[in-house]
């Protein structure tokens, strides 16, 4: 019975976590982006809170595994998946010389759409498909700020939708903009490597300096001490 009012507890949760996934799909699909397969965190989430039902096996056993199975699901959904860090660091890499061609392109008098379009091909990964999302949005008509939304969740790319967005309300020239932005972030990157530098090296003292003062109290103190408690003794 407790298994049976268990399973239906956690089929309640896979059926609002399921909603909540086509709620998001609805929204990837809207901003044109591929739909994706089943979310294997729900299966996770699931079979911990069957296990849990399982393992306690008392009447306080269905909201217990109701509980674990949430948290799961929460903890599962904080951590990013390994393919969305990697696209993501990739794009990072790829903004500064996406800006620097779309500032080519658009100094070589292509229009915004062609330009961001042709950056795209020439850059391909996940910036790429970005960019020809905006392209491709601009074409169809989008307004820019619906259009460069789609570089929403890259690092350093808010600079430039914040500039695309303006000069296509005043009319200034984006390609220069665009070049110093290119410079902007190869400066902050060069400044993040930096700082990551040292607190690499601050980080490899502290375990040398574990193994080193045990070793100095051993060969350098202790002989010491026992000589003079020798000596008094």
């Known amino acids: ?35 994706t397969g089943r979310n294997p965190r729900v299966v996770l989430a699931a079979a911990a809170g069957l296990a849990a039902v399982a393992l306690v096996g008392r009447w306080w056993a269905v909201p217990f595994g109701i509980a674990v199975g949430v948290g799961v699901d929460q903890f599962l959904r904080r951590r990013e ?47 790429g498909e970005r960019l020809d999302r905006v392209g491709r949005s601009l074409r169809l008509g989008a307004e820019p700020p619906e259009a460069w939304a789609h570089l929403a969740g890259v690092p350093g790319a808010d600079r430039l939708v914040a500039a695309a967005v303006r000069s296509s309300a005043s009319g200034g020239a984006l390609a220069d903009a665009l070049t110093r932005l290119a410079d902007d972030l190869r400066g902050d990157r060069s400044v993040a490597v930096e700082a990551a530098a040292h607190r690499a090296g601050v980080l490899i003292v502290l375990p ?20 003079v408690l020798g000596d008094v003794l």
């Open 208 to 227: 040398l300096g574990l193994c080193f003062l045990p070793a100095f109290v051993l060969a350098g103190l202790v002989p010491v001490v026992v000589a």
């Open 81 to 127: 998946p390994a393919d969305v860090r990697a696209a993501r660091q990739r794009a990072v890499a790829d903004l500064p010389l996406g800006a620097d061609l779309l500032a080519a392109v658009l100094r070589a008098g292509a229009p915004v759409d062609r330009a961001v379009s042709a950056v795209a091909d020439a850059l391909g990964g996940p910036l």
């Open 1 to 35: 019975m407790i298994i049976f009012l268990g399973l239906v507890g956690l089929v309640s949760l896979l059926g609002l976590a399921s909603a909540q996934r086509r709620a998001v799909r609805r929204r990837l699909f809207r901003l044109g982006r591929p739909r």
